[in-house]
Nanobody, 123 residues
């Protein structure tokens, strides 16, 4: 089992940037597919971005060109650089890990989750 802890959320004005981090402890996640998801109040948890252990990435259309997912396998974290933030990006952002290297986009396909970090974008 792995413990995931997100950090870096906060309040930012529209057009601003934030960088989220996801630290992992317990088992190594260097060979695990990792993902970022978000959940706004009253809405389902949505896919944001994913990264394969080899570094290949994939993004939701709503964030493509603005967000960048990356990882540092030596240090075990995953990052989400968020630029040109919009009010509709406001949500709790979650880091998630699969127990294999196969990438996926559905929340149900991820076994381990962090507690989430709040991102609020003001207009």
């Amino acid at each position: 089992q792995v413990q995931l802890v997100e950090s870096g959320g906060g309040l930012v004005q529209a057009g601003g940037s934030l960088r989220l981090s996801c630290a992992a402890s317990g088992r190594t996640v260097s060979r695990s597919a990792m993902g970022w998801f978000r959940q706004a109040p009253g809405k389902e948890r949505d896919f944001v971005a994913r990264i394969w252990s080899g570094g290949l990435t994939y993004y939701a259309d709503s964030v493509k060109g603005r967000f960048t997912i990356s990882r540092d396998n030596a240090k075990n974290p995953v990052y989400l650089q968020m630029n040109s933030l919009k009010p509709e990006d406001t949500a709790v952002y979650y880091c998630a890990a699969r127990r294999n290297s196969v990438v996926a986009s559905l929340p149900s396909e991820y076994a381990d989750w962090g507690q989430g970090t709040q991102v609020t974008v003001s207009s």
